[in-house]
């Protein structure tokens, strides 16, 4: 093995050989166990966000891997409809192109070859991190077995009547012309105003005076609505008003919505621009006004002064003519949640619009009882609770997008039946035209919501599978025309966990992998996505898709503060595996700013936080580290001084494994049988070694990963390397100890550290193959590759209370003489005497076994028994149960100096408290200062004032001496 341990040599290698072996394709045999990855955006690259949780995903396939269970870690990416059109669309615009210019299809073309192109960055990322995902299987959301998927659930679920097309209020980006969804909509506080407005009443006996954060929208008002109980309005329910700058009149309303303590309890109702007077407007039969265009202008269903302005503009035209009119009553300064498009980054709209959505009620009611029946546990449990309130006060799904890329919407519009007959792929007979249904009294968007084909027929069904339907089934008309509108993408990811399988076909892997086991996903996407699989698979697999799902927290930075690019905090899993220099890191985090200001401040914390770039700590290094991190349901806060920590690990086995293979390559370590006489220390490591391998599989059961990295580091530095490899030392160094003895110790180096490499390799597979290709023919153990190697089971065989009893004597005899020398600032290279007291007959047996490994482990001397009543030197003593240990401190220390150089420290310390006190007590400091200075602070007072009481302490007992 070489000398240092470099990952940037072993890594690469490593991976690009595991793939070209096919190691990561299911084996065949054994149990089935699969996961399925959350399909990360084609556009994207590897976030903090992707590697923690590809890295629990990539620990549990090798655990079960080597566990013998048939494998599969189902990989893919998701076609991101409106990210990767905005990707596409900004490389037109540069060309000085619209996608207008070319037309749907070329368009479509043009993100087909940037996909083919630019669209691995992430897949290849993944690669680096160690993730072992069956690439041969990679899916994306628009091949042709995933859209034939999409198309056919969507033909079901019309014919159902569990899809409809319908004018509803949904969520709107006036910059992307486009619905979007909850999950892409970013609500942050911003300041703002509150207008109170006056709307006179229509009798002329007053007016009652509203409070609005948007004054535009108030073109559109319908009413304006009071709460029941509020004795103030009571007697106006039921009168009308008049709506200022239109001449309108609308009534006065009772509803319990309204928060009498908010403003004057007078809300204006705007149905058709918010979502909660959206629900009043339902309630209450009202009228549903739309202002505004697409793209956020004042349409003609406003005043004509107004019509055609944008709507900030509009704003200020209203609120200037409400004051000239007498009608402004005031204005106050008001922070509100503002909604922005996390692409575009315009304040979205409540915008009432034609869409087609899924009805979901119908889905929800068994997505709720599996959950409940325990078929689907979702962990840790608390998150259950969530997910049911959701599901029983869940909305219709919008699924439609008036983007280009995506799958279009495979329902057809029959320019013969007046373009009101709805056509879908494989749609038959009985099908009803909109015709039809409005002349039995239904209006237009209740035809269109209704109209539908023939019923399922269970498994008799023909897959769809045409591209288009040929004619019409109403009319024989062929001049059909397609719905423009493309799937929500969350529609077809909603199906991830059976089409990538290979649904609508029985396909083998389908029968071998569905259910999968578990999901791994962030508690942000419970509703978006998890809930929509559950509903989905239940649906048309007749089974739930996963049986547990594991809920991880978002990693943030250090201080707990949420990772972005505006606050230049951002960390790239890539930087921390490969290093990147300081310049580099300043470039990568300041591209794109397009505030100077801030970049130049990003570019200043950079500089300061990491004035020499950022190291490279390897992919086994980050893997630990996120392990090591992740406690069930928190939030991660990533520190670099824990990766950096992790590193050492790294560096602490591979040092160990270079010990071991220099005791052990080329001599007897009993593989070939032979004699072995196993010490205490021997049967003490192996029994150790036992309850690790149990509670890493009991900590992996309950996903608890962070006590499987705690279990293993624990196992690995203190009680292999720290403890182990020492008492090695003194027998296989001793010359006349018995080869029985050596061969044991030998032995036991060899496959302590073999099995330890195997507990180690699911969450550091780069490290581990290396060591094991060197440690495995030493150990007897044949194998091609680690991660094909049996994973440890427990065996309570090993178990042996006596040598672990013993060794506990030994580390408390040890540790106590080391605490000696700290305490007085003795060198740990200085041989120390030792006078021995008060022991038992066990004591006094123990330290003749272990009176070799006493002196090389505690640097001693010599070792003597005082005789019964001889009175002890002036000593320093500790306790090792009821043993007494004494160090005599005659030529060892000078009294007087140390005491000195103790009070000179000690008032060092006192003097930076008293500092530290002074700007904690100050409001001015703790009040204005970033909070997350003031926790530093804070921590460097606690940090100093243990340091004082350990110093304080050790005044003390040399004092006493």
């Keep these: ?6 990952p940037q040599a072993i890594e690469r290698r490593w991976y690009e050989h595991w793939e070209r072996k096919g190691y990561f394709r299911p084996s065949g045999r054994g149990e089935p166990y699969c996961i399925m990855i959350p399909p990360p955006n084609v556009t994207g690259s590897l976030h903090m966000g992707h590697a923690f949780q590809d890295t629990i995903m990539d620990a549990l396939i090798r655990y079960h891997r080597m566990r013998g269970r048939n494998t599969l870690w189902q990989g893919g990416t998701d076609h991101a409809g409106i990210a990767t059109q905005m990707v596409v669309e900004r490389l037109l615009e540069q060309e000085g192109k619209t996608r207008h210019d070319l037309g749907r299809e070329r368009f479509l073309e043009r993100v087909w070859r940037w996909k083919e192109a630019s669209g691995g960055t992430i897949t290849r990322q993944l690669r680096r991190l160690g993730a072992s995902v069956d690439w041969s299987r990679e899916r994306f959301t628009m091949d042709e077995g995933l859209s034939r998927a999409v198309r056919e659930v969507f033909v079901r679920l019309f014919e159902e009547g569990l899809i ?3 004018k509803r209020l949904v ?5 992307l012309h486009t619905a979007v969804s909850d999950l892409e909509v970013v609500s942050e506080e911003e300041e703002g105003h509150l207008w109170h407005m006056r709307y006179p009443l229509a009798d002329g006996e007053g007016h009652l005076v509203v409070a609005t954060t948007r004054p535009e929208t108030m073109l559109g008002d319908t009413a304006v609505a009071v709460h029941p109980e509020d004795a103030r309005y009571r007697h106006l329910v039921g009168r ?7 001449g309108r009149r609308i009534p006065v309303i009772a509803d319990a919505y309204v928060d009498p303590e908010f403003g004057t309890g007078c809300v204006k109702i705007t149905p058709a621009h918010d979502f909660n007077d959206y629900q009043v407007g339902l309630r209450h039969g009202l009228p549903m006004i739309n202002v505004l265009t697409e793209d956020a202008r004042i349409n003609d269903n406003a005043p004509e002064p107004y019509r055609g302005l944008d709507r900030y503009e509009a704003r200020r035209r209203i609120v200037a003519d409400l004051e000239a009119q007498g009608l402004l009553e005031k204005v106050e300064p008001h922070r509100l949640m503002v909604p922005r498009g996390d692409r575009s980054h315009a304040v979205i709209e409540p915008f009432l619009t034609d869409q087609w959505f899924v009805r979901t009620a119908p889905l929800a009611e068994e997505a709720i009882r599996v959950v409940r ?4 546990r979702l962990v840790p449990e608390n998150w259950t609770k969530t997910y049911y309130q959701w599901l029983e006060h869940i909305e219709d799904w919008c699924i439609s997008r008036q983007i280009w890329w995506g799958h279009q919407i495979p329902a057809w519009y029959c320019a013969d039946c007046d373009g009101a007959h709805i056509v879908l792929l494989g749609a038959g007979e009985g099908a009803a035209t909109a015709a039809e249904l409005l002349a039995a009294g239904r209006d237009l968007d209740q035809a269109l919501a209704a109209a539908r084909a023939v019923q399922v027929r269970g498994e008799a069904r023909p897959i769809v599978a045409e591209s288009r339907p040929a004619r019409c089934p109403r009319c024989g008309g062929s001049r059909l025309v397609q719905d423009p509108d493309v799937l929500d993408t969350w529609f077809s990811s909603a199906l991830w966990p059976f089409s990538t399988l290979g649904w609508p076909d029985d396909t083998p892997e389908l029968r071998t992998f569905y259910p999968t086991d578990v999901l791994v996903t962030g508690f942000d996407i419970i509703f978006f996505w998890v809930a929509r699989m559950v509903m989905m698979g239940c649906k048309f697999m007749g089974d739930v898709p996963f049986r547990e799902v594991y809920i991880h927290g978002l990693v943030r930075d250090a201080h707990g503060q949420k990772m972005s690019k505006s606050k230049g905090n951002i960390l790239d899993p890539l930087d921390l595996i490969d290093g990147i220099d300081l310049e580099s890191l300043v470039r990568k985090r300041t591209t794109g700013l397009m505030q100077p200001q801030m970049a130049r401040r990003i570019e200043e914390a950079t500089r300061r936080e990491f004035p020499e770039g950022i190291p490279a700590f390897g992919a086994d290094a980050l893997r630990f580290t996120f392990a090591a ?6 939030d991660i806060k990533f520190d670099l001084g824990r990766i950096e920590g992790y590193r050492n690990f790294c560096n602490k086995l591979w040092n160990a494994a270079r010990y071991v293979l220099m005791r052990t390559e080329g001599e007897d370590c009993g593989t070939g049988g032979g004699e072995m006489a196993p010490t205490a220390a021997d049967r003490w490591i192996r029994s150790r070694l036992d309850r690790t391998v149990a509670a890493v599989h009991e900590a992996i059961a309950a996903y608890r990963f962070d006590q499987v990295a705690n279990v293993l580091h624990e196992f690995t530095w203190d009680e292999f390397c720290d403890w182990y490899l020492e008492l090695s030392k003194p027998v296989l160094q001793d010359p006349d100890a018995p080869e029985a003895v050596r061969r044991a110790t030998r032995r036991t ?10 507990l180690l390799h699911p969450i550091m597979p780069f490290i581990t193959e290396e060591i094991w290709q060197r440690v495995a023919p030493v150990a007897g153990v044949a194998g091609e590759s680690i991660m094909l190697a049996p994973y440890p089971e427990s065996d309570p065989a090993a178990r042996d209370e006596e040598a672990e009893a013993e060794i506990a004597w030994l580390k408390a005899f040890v540790l106590a003489v080391r605490r000696i020398r700290g305490e007085m600032d003795i060198a740990p290279s200085r041989p120390l005497p030792v006078l021995l007291a008060e022991g038992t007959a066990e004591d006094r047996a123990r330290v ?17 028994w005082l005789e019964a009543g001889e009175a002890a030197p002036e000593a320093a003593t500790a306790l090792a149960g009821e043993l007494r240990i004494l160090i005599p401190m005659a030529g060892l220390i000078d009294k007087a100096a140390e005491l000195a150089r103790l009070d000179k420290e000690i008032a060092r310390l006192e003097e930076g408290l008293a500092r530290s006190r002074a700007k904690l007590a100050n409001p001015g400091f703790v009040e204005k200062a970033p909070a997350a200075v003031v926790e530093k602070e804070r921590t460097r007072l606690a940090e100093a004032e243990a340091a004082l009481a350990r110093l304080r302490e050790q005044h003390r007992r040399i004092a006493a001496l």
């Design 848 to 864: 003749e076994r272990h009176l070799p490994a006493l002196t090389a482990l505690a640097r001693l001397a010599s070792v003597r």
């Design 373 to 376: 029946e325990g078929r689907i």
């Design 240 to 246: 009308e008003v008049i709506l200022p700058l239109t």
């Design 629 to 634: 991190l992740a406690s069930t349901g928190r």
């Design 749 to 758: 180096l060899v496959t302590v550290l073999e099995t330890l490499l195997r």
């Design 1 to 6: 093995m070489d000398k240092s341990y470099d």
């Design 164 to 166: 409809y097309r319908g």
């Design 171 to 175: 969520n709107w980006d006036p910059v």
